[in-house]
Nanobody, 117 residues
Framework: QVQLVESGGGLVQAGGSLRLSCRCSGINFRFAVVGWYRQAPGKQRELVAD???????NYADSIKGRFTISRDNAQNTVYLQMNSLKPEDTAVYYC???????????WGKGTLVTVSS
């Protein structure tokens, strides 16, 4: 059974930092592409960043230079370090991966990040 469990969300002032964690189980983590998405109220879910098995990374333009995605294969965990947070970063942040070879999408339940001005 695939499980993605996010943690690390919370309330922070603008300019502050948070680190999100996504612990994965039930997948061959070493070979998995894992991504962070977010969904703000009234908006569509959007990709924030993802990371491949070799360590390649991809970032949304809106967070480049402020957020860093990383992975720890020994802990089956992907992290999202978020610095210089802005009120517009307020959203529920979700962890995502895709099963192989099924292509099935797996999502965590999400963690809420609230940035106050």
């Amino acid at each position: 059974q695939v499980q993605l469990v996010e943690s690390g969300g919370g309330l922070v002032q603008a300019g502050g930092s948070l680190r999100l964690s996504c612990r994965c189980s039930g997948i061959n983590f070493r070979f998995a592409v894992v991504g962070w998405y977010r969904q703000a109220p009234g908006k569509q879910r959007e990709l924030v960043a993802d990371i491949g098995s070799s360590g390649w990374t991809n970032y949304a333009d809106s967070i480049k230079g402020r957020f860093t995605i990383s992975r720890d294969n020994a802990q089956n965990t992907v992290y999202l370090q978020m610095n210089s947070l802005k009120p517009e970063d307020t959203a529920v942040y979700y962890c995502h991966t895709e099963g192989s070879p099924s292509g099935m999408n797996y999502w965590g339940k999400g963690t809420l990040v609230t940035v106050s001005s």
